[in-house]
């Protein structure tokens, strides 16, 4: 390893959806995580993610001009939180120590990634036999855990040797070509077969191997899957590297199926409402859709960015209940005047506020002004002037709202202040606007954690189920007039 | 085994995981509390645990010690009377 032009080192990048995109063609790993916006948006990540292995090739091959490649002997990595494109990710030395460097990946000082590269004499060759190959798709995969615990096979790259060779020139020249196809092949791995679709890219912890030689691509076998965290661990060997890689397997989105919904609610008992949800086109307020439609109500459900989600959700409770149950606006909750609301806001009854920014928020300051105001721009700002629209030049001012707030008010983990405080002033709001409008009838509840895409975390955590924590509520709500 | 040493041995094991080698845990340490201890490092330390002393906890036991105080406790109480 190369010392003194060590010192002091950084670099920085950022990511773009072209880079995306190009990394995906390059290792065919083209889960939606790392493409698809929306799809991205029903992940613990929010957005879309940097692929893993993308950051671990871009800081090897970054780091070529300071260290020996032709001495790496190991590279562990340790994949902390996701990187999107856009941020600035930087990636700096941390420590050095004997035959060991440890770098780690940050944005905005919040860690992303760590690698530590050790260096000495090669390991001996070592390959996975006899191993059938495995196609890389265009679609991921989702097998069971079952499946899963069984895998094994040979992946061969649908890339040439040049292609890695443009992306990575460094890199390739000090350590070969296939064996960098190799090492993004784990890429595909993980995001396309095992765990697949659902898939976390956690770690790995691979030794490079003296020889380069045999078929290209890498073998691999299941080494344990742990059904109670939803991890996955595998050897892999071929290609000049050989070692473990872990991945956990999140909860798929979420989905209140309507048949369940149906199954729970009595025929026409919200056959009085006409409600309009903001945020309607997931989570918790595409199940309260479900569920006032499948008790005979009508429901608005306003989208920001989601609009395939929302048409799907309007054109299956159309489907299920007829052509008036449902209809789908387009609404910035920080911007409800905007929106088409005057053509429907005489017919609405009630009214539930889902809308939200990302929840989770990374950094290690207590209090960020910015995001507390974004909170503060849709929870408090945005919620009162949908309230004044839906009421002002009405003909009837009665108006039932149903507002979530959240447990997190009085106990909440930590990165969650700007939220909760956003929540408590909400609270204050809704207090005084119920005191203040004999018209409105208030419900605030501050819910539990229930399972929605922002909460479906990786391990679980305890949640509560959406559709048994809001019927009950639905259902004790006084209706205003 | 004492309590003392359980609670160095976890304090040591997530030292590792979080790169940090300044780590220092009490019986009121709370997770929250320590900066990159989220839910992923948290299982991360749960199979590190179970590693180091042959034992085996199940979801609800490994998300539920409130802070380092009870998982000790968790720790001890297995390694007394393994399953």
């Known amino acids: 390893m190369t010392s003194t032009a060590l010192d002091n080192w950084t670099a920085v990048r950022r990511f773009s959806m072209a880079d995306q995109i190009s990394f995906a063609r390059l290792s065919g790993d083209r889960n939606p995580i790392h493409l698809d916006e929306l799809a991205a948006r029903r992940t613990e990540a929010g957005n879309v993610a940097v692929h893993g292995i993308h950051l671990v090739l871009w800081a090897l091959e970054a780091l070529a001009p300071v260290i020996d490649h032709a001495s790496l002997a190991a590279i562990d990595c340790d994949f902390s939180s996701f990187v999107r494109p856009s941020e600035d990710v930087t990636l700096a030395v941390r420590r050095r120590r004997d035959s060991k460097l440890r770098l780690e990946a940050s944005v905005g000082g919040h860690r992303n990634m760590v690698l530590t590269l050790t260096f000495g004499p090669a390991g001996p060759s070592a390959v996975i036999d006899d191993l059938p190959d495995i196609a890389i798709d265009d679609e991921p995969l989702s097998p069971s855990f079952d499946d899963m615990a069984t895998f094994a096979g040979w992946l061969r790259p649908s890339f040439t040797n040049t292609d890695v060779e443009a992306a990575f020139p460094l890199l390739c020249r000090a350590l070969g070509a296939q064996r960098i196809a190799a090492i993004a092949l784990l890429s595909s791995l993980v995001g396309m077969i095992c765990p697949g679709l659902h898939s976390i890219f956690s770690g790995l912890s691979i030794k490079l191997l003296e020889r380069m030689d045999g078929k290209p691509g890498i073998g691999v076998r299941t080494k344990s899957v742990d059904q109670r965290f939803r991890l996955v661990r595998m050897t892999v060997a071929g290609s000049g590297i050989a070692g473990e890689l872990s991945a956990f397997e999140r909860f798929p989105p979420v989905d209140t199926s309507l048949a369940r919904v149906r199954s729970l609610v009595t025929q026409g008992e919200f056959a009085t409402r006409t409600a309009l949800i903001v945020g309607g086109s997931r989570g918790l307020g595409a199940a309260t859709a479900k569920l006032i439609a499948a008790g ?38 920080a911007r409800p005047e905007l929106s088409d609301i005057d053509r429907v806001k005489d017919e609405i009854t009630h009214l539930y506020y889902f809308a939200t920014p990302p929840i989770a928020r990374r950094g290690n300051r207590l209090f960020d002004r910015g995001i507390f105001d974004e909170f503060m721009e849709i929870y408090v700002k945005g919620f009162l002037d949908l309230v004044e629209l839906l009421t002002a030049d009405k003909k009837q001012s009665a108006l039932t709202v149903f507002y979530p707030s959240s447990i997190f008010v009085d106990h909440r983990s930590k990165n969650m202040t700007e939220y909760a405080m956003a929540k408590a002033a909400a609270e204050v709001l809704l207090k005084d606007l119920a005191a203040a409008r004999p018209g409105l009838a208030v419900m605030a509840p501050r819910l539990p954690r229930i399972l929605t895409d922002q909460t479906a975390s990786v391990p679980p955590v305890p949640t509560e189920d959406a559709v048994e924590t809001l019927l009950p509520l639905l259902r004790a709500q006084e209706t205003a007039g | 085994m004492t309590r003392t040493e359980i609670r160095e041995k976890i304090t040591e094991l997530l030292s590792d995981i979080l790169d940090d080698e300044d780590l220092v845990l009490e019986d009121s340490t709370l997770a929250s509390n320590v900066d990159g201890w989220d839910s992923v490092n948290h299982i991360k330390l749960i199979v590190a645990i179970e590693a180091e002393y042959g034992i085996r906890f199940d979801t609800e036991e490994a998300t539920a010690p409130e802070n380092v105080g009870a998982l000790v406790n968790l720790i001890a109480k297995k390694i007394a009377s393994p399953e």
Not at chain 1, 297 to 321: K, N
Request: proline share 5%.
């Open chain 1, 296 to 333: 005979g109500g009508r429901v608005v459900l306003t989208y920001f960015r989601g609009a395939p989600e929302a048409e799907q959700i309007r054109a299956e409770l159309i489907g299920a209940f007829g052509e008036p149950t449902c209809r789908a606006m387009q609404m910035d909750a």
